[in-house]
Structure formats: C-alpha cells, structure tokens
C-alpha cells in the first residue's frame, strides 16, 4: 500500500477520460455537503461576530475584517453550491467541459486554502494558533480526491504561502519555529491522505469496470447458450 502512495497512477484500456468524469461527480457530490456544512458553520461565526460587536465584547477584536472574511466564505461557498447543483452536475460531460469542472474545483480548493491562511494570519494577534489553516487543508484532503501531482502543488503552495507570510503577523521566533514544524509535517500527512484516497477510489474503479466486463461476457455467453 506505502508503495502505491509514489507510483504513478496507470489507467488501461482508455480509461482515463471515464475515470476523470466520475471523479469529478465524485467530488462534486462531496463537496456540496461540505458546502452545507461551511455555510451553516459561518452562519453561526456571523452571529456571534455581530452579537460580540454591538455587545463591545472585546476592543482588540477586529470585527470588520473577521466578519467580512466570514461573509466572503459564506457567498463562495453558497455560490460554489448553486453553481455545481444547477449546472456542472447537469452540462454534458465532455473533454472540454471536463477540464472547465476540474479547473472550477481546483479554484474552490485554493480558495478554502488561501481563506485559512488569510484567518491564520490575523489570528497571530491574538491567540498565535494555526487551528484554521490545519483545518481547512484537512477538510480539502478528505472532501477532494485529488492526483498526487496535483495535490503536491498545491499543499506545498500552502506551505509556502504560509510560511512567508507568518513572520509578518508573528513577531516571537519561538512560535514561528514551532508553527513552521507542524505545518511542515501536516501538510506531508495531508499529502498522504489524499493519496490513499485518490489510489483507493482508483482501484474501486478499476475492480468495478472489470466487474462489468466480466457481466457482460456471462450475459452474452447466456444469451449464446439460450
């Protein structure tokens, strides 16, 4: 299994394209309860944001760009959602159209990614955690199946993004160090377990094509025989 993790990925038979589509359904699928989820989620950090603001809760607190941040979460996920329910799911799966969904998913995963980082920034200046980053990279790793090559880039885009940008927010060099070692190590784990799920749903569809074959040769040979 550790050695299916680093090779690369062999589709027989012109699979590809057949493998890509239900991929993407596959996703699509995922993605929109994780939409659900997201939207109900910044619906309640809305609540208590306003709640804490008019309340003059804490005075350090910058409630504006947190609640704008919430809000831009909230839209593009509530958007992600209408758009992947009322047209990716129902356009005719072509090569083109193929590559259009891909693209569309890959942006709503920089997007959770990026928005992560962007909170973990502001949150250097008041409690110093990386909890939303780490968040959101493991909910993209479990939510997206996703190539090994494709989700390399993309989580060492994380890590890179993030790592250049802390020493601006955080000031003591001991957190730093302390944030640049988890980080480091947790994107690998993220990397590891979107690969074991990209090679496991590889292998479903390989073993369900074979399946049909072998159904359709014992249906012909049935038919023969009556």
């Not at 590809?16 to 309860?33: D, G, P, V, W, Y």
Request: aromatic share 16%; with cysteine.
């Amino acid at each position: 299994m550790l050695k299916d993790l680093f090779k690369k990925t062999i589709f027989p038979d012109d699979t590809k394209s057949a493998f890509t589509a239900q991929l993407l359904k596959e996703n699509f699928h995922r993605s929109i309860i994780l939409g659900y989820a997201v939207m109900l989620f910044e619906s309640i950090l809305i609540t208590i944001n306003l709640i804490s603001y008019f309340g003059h809760v804490d005075t350090s607190y910058d409630f504006i760009t947190y609640l704008l941040m919430y809000i831009s979460m909230f839209t593009v996920n509530m958007l992600f959602v209408v758009m992947t329910k009322k047209v990716f799911l129902k356009i005719k799966w072509t090569e083109s159209s193929m590559k259009m969904m891909s693209g569309f998913q890959l942006g709503y995963v920089f997007f959770m990614i990026g928005w992560g980082i962007a909170i973990t920034m502001l949150d250097q200046r008041l409690y110093g955690q990386i909890t939303t980053f780490v968040v959101n990279v493991a909910v993209c790793a479990i939510t997206f199946y996703m190539s090994g090559i494709k989700s390399f880039f993309i989580y060492i885009g994380a890590l890179i993004g993030l790592v250049t940008g802390l020493p601006f927010f955080q000031s003591n060099t001991n957190i730093l160090i302390g944030h640049y070692v988890n980080i480091s190590v947790f994107c690998f784990l993220a990397w590891i377990v979107c690969r074991m799920l990209y090679v496991n749903f590889h292998k479903n569809f390989t073993v369900n094509r074979e399946l049909e074959k072998t159904n359709i040769v014992l249906q012909t040979h049935m038919s023969l025989m009556l």
